[in-house]
């Protein structure tokens, strides 16, 4: 069965640092990725997906994502964090086919003013 | 609000109890998820609709656990006689299918939380 890692599970940066976020998938087949992002008290939002095409994505709030098929990756990243993206993120992957997503245990970002 | 909405957000239940929470997908969507979530994990799948039929179950979802779509549109969750580990987020997500493609954008309520004591 699908699983989805994301090595860091808490991340503490100062405002205008760089971020990457890793995001790792075990079965090799068609996949649709997705990162979500949970801010404190909020329900889950769409951060950015990949479906095909260009492996490198870009999403809201300018956090991009980079598919690498032959590492079954799907970092995030964003060149210059705010104290707003302090949240939780999660990497989920979703089998084309098996219409459901597979989450990680997310990855809590806690950005310091 | 046109989003996903759930009904109630939080629950205190005794256990051995019956609970059931209600999720209202966007109204345009057909496919509905109920996903489950505990502390320090991502949320975990439990079941999911297409229309009213429900097409996959997973091995998390025993038999204490019941979903219905009846017409398509709401969906409800029931659990019976209620178990300490039965806490946890409800989350309730919809999407709609891209037309010849696959994957879709799921939309993610803000969840039920259920407290068994």
């Known amino acids: 069965a699908q699983s989805v890692s994301q090595h860091n599970h808490h991340v503490i940066l100062s405002e205008a640092a760089s971020l990457e976020l890793g995001c790792n998938y075990s079965y090799g087949g068609t996949v649709n990725l997705f990162w979500y992002v949970q801010y404190p008290g909020q329900h889950l939002q769409l951060l950015l997906k990949y479906f095909s095409g260009d492996p490198l994505v870009k999403g809201i709030k300018g956090f991009e994502a980079e598919f690498i098929k032959s590492k079954f990756s799907f970092n995030l990243r964003k060149p210059s964090v705010q104290w707003s993206d302090t949240a939780e993120y999660f990497c989920a992957v979703e089998d084309t086919g098996f219409q459901k997503l597979v989450f990680g245990t997310g990855t809590r970002l806690l950005v310091s003013p | 609000d046109t989003g996903v909405s759930q009904d109630p957000r939080h629950k205190i239940t005794k256990r051995g109890q019956n609970v059931t929470f209600r999720c209202d997908p966007i109204?345009?969507?057909?496919?509905l998820y109920w996903y489950r979530q505990t502390l320090g994990q991502g949320p975990e799948f439990l079941t999911y609709?297409?229309?009213?039929?429900?097409?996959?179950k997973s091995r998390l979802l025993s038999d204490r656990f019941s979903a219905e779509r009846p017409k398509g549109s709401f969906s409800t969750l029931e659990i019976q006689r209620t178990e300490q580990g039965d806490s946890a987020m409800y989350l309730c997500?919809?999407?709609?299918?891209?037309?010849?493609?696959?994957?879709?954008?799921?939309?993610f309520g803000q969840g039920t939380r259920l407290t068994v004591v």
């Open positions: 109204s345009e969507h057909n496919r």
């Open positions: 609709f297409q229309n009213e039929a429900q097409l996959e």
């Open positions: 997500a919809s999407s709609h299918p891209r037309t010849g493609l696959t994957g879709a954008e799921a939309f």
